[in-house]
Nanobody, 114 residues
Framework: VQLVESGGGMVQPGGSLRLSCAAS????????MTWVRQAPGKGPEWVSA???????FYTDSVRGRFTISRDNAKNTLNLQMNSLKPEDTAVYYC?????????WGKGTLVTVSS
């Protein structure tokens, strides 16, 4: 299993970023996918998930601002982030539970600052 995130960077408050996660080593269409973030000095925080049927789930703090999606043809998970706030600053990871084991990518850093 390999997960590789991309798309992070620095953006001003109110700006947007689109994160992607390229997945390989498993049948992407058969697994729910998750985004998790970790802010500096804090523990991991579940952000959003999408199941195999495309149903989406969000933590309250990002609902209405973030949109999770999956491109099954490209084995890619996406996270469109709009109206970003300084408190969204974190390393963002995609995660999959495969055969009972959680696999994480190395993460991509999102910094929201003026």
């Amino acid at each position: 299993v390999q997960l590789v995130e991309s798309g992070g960077g620095m953006v001003q408050p109110g700006g947007s970023l689109r994160l992607s996660c390229a997945a390989s080593g498993f049948t992407f269409t058969s697994y729910d996918m998750t985004w998790v973030r970790q802010a500096p000095g804090k523990g991991p925080e579940w952000v959003s998930a999408i199941d195999t049927g495309g149903k989406t789930f969000y933590t309250d703090s990002v609902r209405g601002r973030f949109t999770i999606s999956r491109d099954n043809a490209k084995n890619t998970l996406n996270l469109q982030m709009n109206s970003l706030k300084p408190e969204d600053t974190a390393v963002y990871y995609c995660k999959v539970r495969f055969n009972g084991v959680d696999y994480w990518g190395k993460g991509t850093l999102v910094t929201v600052s003026s």
